[in-house]
C-alpha cells in the first residue's frame, strides 16, 4: 500500500498555513467528511489536524470491524438511513480500492423464550430499514450455519460483514492527500480564535479570520473549522465558545480472543437479542480479518478518554465523568448491569457463562483476554443516552465558522461515507461554500 505523507510537527508548520477549511480529527468520520468536501469543492484548500503521529488511532482502530447492515436502529431515523446507505457504499468502496473483507454475515440468536417476541420485533424493523436478505430461522438452519451454535430462533442477517476500518480510514486518507489536502499530525488543537483586526490591504486576514493554535504553539488560520473529535467532541466545543453538552463519558469495551486452535467454533457474527433495557449491544462473538475470533464486548466506564487498559486512570477524565450529574442519572437507572458489567470485566468465568448460553463447548481454558475500545458515548444532563447524530455551530465571530459533530455513534465505521455525506451537506449550507 501507499504510503500516507504526514506532514507531522517540525519546521512544517507554519502560521503562514491558511486552509479555507480545517477538519479536526483524523478518525474515519473526519478523513471521510474531509475527503468528501475536497471532491466536492476542488479549488478550495482544506486540512486535517490530527494530535496523534497517524490517522485512525483511537475509536478508529479499536473497533470490532463489523460492517453493520441496519437492523437495530427506530425505522426512520437518520441512524438507521445512513446505516444501510453507509453498507451498501463500504462495500462498493473496498471494492474500488481493492480492501479485503469478509462477508460472513451475521445470526441474532434467541436462546430462551422470552427473547422470540423480541426477535420477531427486530425482523420486523429490519424490513422497515430495508436491510437485505433478513429471515428469520430455527434451530436446525441455526446448526447448518453455525454447527456449534444453539438457539431456539435466530435472525439470519447475510449482509453483515467484516473488514479491517483501520485500513477503510487510511484509504480515505490517501484519496484526500491526493486530491490535494494536507494533514498535519501531532497538531493537538488547544485554541481557537479570532485573528487580531487584519490591517485594510491584508486579504488573507479577511480570507482566513479564525486562528486555530496546538499544544505546542504552532498555528494555522481557516475561513471554517468542521470537528469531529470523538473522545473529545465535548471539549472542542468548550474551547471554541459553544455548548459543553451533550458531554462525552467513555465507555470501555474489553474483549477476550478464542485461542487460535478452538476457531473454528465460529464461523460468522453470533450476536445475542438485545435487552431494550441496556444501552449495549450484549456480549458478541466476532471474527476478524485475520482470522482470529472476539468475544465481547462488556462495556463499563473507562476512568481515562483514551484508557485501554483495566486500570488506566486520568484524574481530570475521571472527575469530568463523576462530576457530571448526567452520569449519576444513568448509573443510578442501570445500577444492576453496571455492577455485573464492572464483575464481568474482571472475571473471566462470568464472561464465559454469557458466551456458553450460545457456544456451550467454549471453556475458560479456551479464552484468552484480548484487545479494547473506548466508545466516545454522548450523554445529555437526564442521563439518557444520546443515540442518533448530532451537528452543532455556535454563535458569534468563532462559534458561527464551526461545525461540531458531536456524536456519531455506533455504527459510524460502517456509515461513514453515508455520514459524510451528510455532513458536508450541512457544512455547505452553514458554511456557504
Known sequence: ARDLILIAKGSAVDSSFSFDVAVVGAGIVG????????QRHPSLAFAVLEKEQEPA???SGHNSGV??????YTPGSLKAKLCVQGAALCYKYCDQKGIPYKQCGKLIVAVEHDEIPRLKALYERGLQNN????????????????????????????YTGIVDYKQVAQSYARDFQEAGGTILTDFEVTNMEMAKESSPESEDGLKYPVIVRSKKGEEISCGHILTCAGL???????ISGCSPEPRIVPFRGDYLVLKPEKSYLVKGNIYPVPNPRFPFLGFHFTPRMDGSIWLGPNAVLAFKREGYKLLDFSPGDFLDAVTYSGLWKLVLRNVSYGLGELYRAFSLSAQVRQLQKFIPEVTTNDVLRGPSGVRAQALDSQGNLVDDFVFDGGTGDVG????HVRNAPSPAATSSLAIAAAIAAEAERRFQL
Do not use: T
Not at 460492517?67 to 437495530?72: E, F, N, V
Open 67 to 72: 460492517i453493520h447492515s441496519g437492523i437495530y
Open 57 to 59: 488511532h483511537h475509536q
Open 232 to 238: 473529545h467532541s465535548d471539549r472542542l466545543s468548550e
Open 131 to 158: 436491510v437485505p436478505g433478513l429471515k428469520l430461522i430455527g434451530p436446525k438452519e441455526i446448526q447448518e450455519k453455525e454447527p456449534f451454535c444453539r438457539g431456539l430462533m435466530a435472525l439470519d442477517s447475510p
Open 31 to 38: 478523513l471521510a467528511a474531509a475527503r468528501e468536501l475536497i
Open 400 to 403: 458561527s465558522r464551526i461545525l
